[in-house]
């Protein structure tokens, strides 16, 4: 078979990650599988260049030096750890010191002018692949495989400018993908690719946004034709719940993709859903594989998945942490162009809108945000829409979650509303707003934060999800 591997910031957090991360790999080479190796960045360091970027940005030169040398002292000893071949060690340590050298120019110079552009952002953020790969490329030479560490741009790559969220160009991506990748694995050669960034036709570096690896894995999967992509992860696969919440959560063997991607939405953060719409596109199977038991199934996600009588729910999933904003006002009746104003306003800020309700009345729209973002948001359309006719009041709730039951047997299937919400309120719980796709893949709800658990616990187990299929 042809697979893509991804290792996530979890998988390669440290040098004993890497070794069993070279472990792994050495073993599906040895059972004669063509294999391409995506690797995130190193745990935490994606966020710890977001955060000195902007340190830079501000002038703070002091800092960059600090930063630059813990960075160094950081990949250095992992690298240490995972290879015990002086050889490929020396090769790794060349490697890291040459890419701090040039971290620590870009960020002295971004100091010096005292701004930060999206592309010179771009730039910085993605050296935390820039430094696993060639750790990874080391640990693999360690074990007497033949291998090289390419960035997602040297891998053939090739996007848009969109910095900070790029979008591949597939036509020419999956040209030079092939012109690069294929040549290697003919003559037995492993590419570690770093995951995350890519580059412009002009050679320009560019990321595909946050979860950006595992959107290279499916990129790439798609352009060398590969049977598979394993994402590997530190659970066993995709689950019918949160098992912190649900103790008889159980994995789901086969799903989706559209029910995976609703599970991604609505907190199951497995896999990214960019990279589930990819694959999706190009029909490429992706398998979510345990790092402790590699020799396990986990989860198979293919384009359709047949559904079996009785199987109307596939998993229930939930996002804690959510504030509820609502617009209202009288006049806003007859009036369509506001809900879509509000999303304006809201995406000009940058804010994610997970859920959106409107009233039948039409005298209201809710949405559901990021605690994080709730404050900001409701100021934006507060100084926005207030002195408009349309709007008397827009409120906020916190201390809320989401709750989504998911799964494609609900398609048809009547009364399965009725079911989820009777349990509610057998359960006593609150509702405070609810929203159904047009697929009719899930139906979401909100309700307290402090009821989440004990809500999906009773879906759950109403929909006797812990049971073996």
């Known amino acids: 078979m042809k697979i893509v591997m991804k290792f996530g910031g979890v998988s390669v957090a440290d040098g004993e990650s890497m070794k069993r991360v070279g472990e792994i790999v050495n073993r599906f080479r ?3 599988h063509q294999l391409v190796v995506v690797t995130s960045a190193m ?4 966020d710890s260049l977001l955060d000195i970027a902007a340190k830079a940005g501000k002038g703070q030169r002091d800092l960059v030096l600090e930063f630059v040398d813990e960075t160094r002292r950081r990949h250095a000893e992992s690298a240490k750890t ?3 071949d002086s050889e490929a ?6 490697a890291i010191e040459s890419k701090c050298e040039d971290l620590k120019n870009i960020l002295l110079g971004v100091a010096h002018i005292g701004e930060l552009t999206p592309r010179s952002k771009d730039f910085v953020i993605g050296y935390g692949e820039r430094f696993s790969a060639p750790i990874l490329r080391g640990v693999l030479r360690d074990l007497g495989i033949e291998s090289e560490a390419l960035t997602g741009g040297e891998a053939g790559i090739v996007t848009d400018d969109h910095f900070g969220g790029a979008e591949p160009l597939m036509n020419v991506t999956t040209l030079e993908v092939r012109q690069v990748i294929d040549p290697m694995l003919e003559k037995g050669v ?7 960034i890519a580059s412009t036709q002009e050679g320009t570096q560019t990321t595909l946004g946050r979860g950006g ?3 290279t894995a499916s990129i790439i999967g798609a352009a060398i034709r590969a049977d598979e992509v394993w994402v590997w992860k530190d659970v066993e696969g995709l689950m019918t719940a949160n098992p912190k919440m649900v103790p008889d959560a159980r994995m789901i063997d086969r799903i989706s993709f559209s029910e995976a991607m609703e599970l991604a939405h609505f907190g199951a953060q497995v896999i990214h859903p960019k990279a589930l719409e990819s694959a999706a596109r190009f029909q490429l199977p992706f398998r979510v594989k345990s790092l402790s038991r590699p020799d396990g199934g986990g989860t198979l996600i293919v384009k359709e998945v047949k559904v079996k009588d009785g199987d109307v729910v596939k998993a229930i999933t939930n996002i804690d942490d959510v504030d509820l904003i609502t617009v209202s006002g009288a006049s806003m009746v007859g009036t369509p162009r506001l809900a879509a104003r509000v999303l304006d306003i809201l995406t000009d800020e940058d804010v994610d809108v997970l859920m959106i309700s409107q009233s039948s009345s039409e005298e209201n729209i809710t949405l559901a945000i990021p605690k994080d973002d709730g404050s900001r948001a409701q100021n934006a359309l507060e100084l926005s829409l207030l002195g408009s006719k349309q709007v008397r009041e827009v409120s906020i709730e916190a201390g809320l979650s989401i ?7 609900m398609k048809g299937t009547p009364g399965v509303a009725a ?3 009777r349990t509610m309120a057998e359960n006593s719980v609150n509702i405070r707003a609810i929203a159904q796709g047009s697929s009719e893949l899930n139906i979401s709800f909100i309700i307290r934060k402090h009821d989440a658990a004990g809500a999906v616990k009773a879906l759950h187990d109403d929909f006797r999800l812990g049971e073996a299929g």
């Not at 745990?43 to 994606?46: D, E, G």
């Not at 060690?89 to 060349?94: G, I, K, M, S």
């Not at 709750?403 to 047997?409: C, I, M, P, T």
């Open 89 to 94: 060690l020396d090769e790794t340590l060349q």
């Open 43 to 46: 745990h935490n360091v994606t």
């Open 403 to 409: 709750v989504a039951v998911v799964g494609a047997g």
């Open 213 to 215: 690896s595992d959107f």
């Open 30 to 32: 040895g059972e004669g």
């Open 190 to 196: 492993i590419p570690v690719v770093s995951g995350f």
């Open 419 to 421: 079911r989820v919400f």
């Open 82 to 84: 995972a290879i015990a």
